[in-house]
């Protein structure tokens, strides 16, 4: 089956993609649904096809999906939105943000894919959109995996005297659960 194919690989979504690709005619469109890891994976096979796709295709958006839109997926996915025929200059892309977790009694729903509808007309940046110039793509592995650059990393750290009492205690708990062990061999 790998024969058919000028991108050889046994991962079966890289087939899957190569062959939308084979078969849409110049000016056809796509939207094909994929795991979010096709966006940033580094073996061969998947920077090979990111090149194909960009150099061949308009890749124009990319919808990040949130966890458990497909039932029994198990993984993020993402849609990727492309034409036939013109290379990609630039690429806009979604997070789709749900204040609500998916799942089968709670699917996506067309007012969950309202903004993005909107915002897509006009490809316009918000607070969960962004484009990205495929110039600033890196060329040796066409790593599309870009970060929301208007969402702020709001990990909370612990202060440094709060770990060491944390781990203090722990090593106190540890040494009693020892004790008792002890006590009973």
């Known amino acids: 089956m790998q024969q058919n194919f000028p991108i050889k690989t046994c991962e ?19 939207g094909v649904v994929i795991k979010n890891t096709f966006l940033s994976n580094t073996d061969n096979a998947s920077t090979s096809l990111r090149k194909l796709l960009l150099e061949s295709c308009n890749l124009h958006t990319v919808l990040d999906l949130p966890g458990g839109t497909f039932t029994g997926a198990g993984v ?10 013109v290379p990609t200059r630039k690429v806009w892309f979604y997070q789709l943000n749900l204040d609500r977790n998916l799942g089968k009694t709670n699917p996506l729903n067309e007012n969950d894919l309202a903004d993005f509808i909107k915002l897509h007309k006009t490809k316009a940046d918000s607070e969960n959109s962004w484009t990205v110039s495929v110039a600033d793509v890196d060329k040796t592995t066409f790593d599309l995996s870009v970060k929301n650059p208007h969402k702020k990393d709001e990990t909370v750290l612990r202060e440094p005297k709060e770990i060491l009492a ?9 040494a009693e659960i020892m004790k008792t062990i002890r006590g009973l061999v």
């Open 76 to 85: 993020k996915t993402v849609v990727l939105f492309f034409e036939k025929g």
């Open 166 to 174: 944390s781990m203090k205690k722990l090593d106190e708990e540890s």
């Open 12 to 30: 079966t979504a890289i087939l899957f993609l190569q062959h939308f690709i084979k078969i849409l005619k110049a000016g056809g469109r796509a």
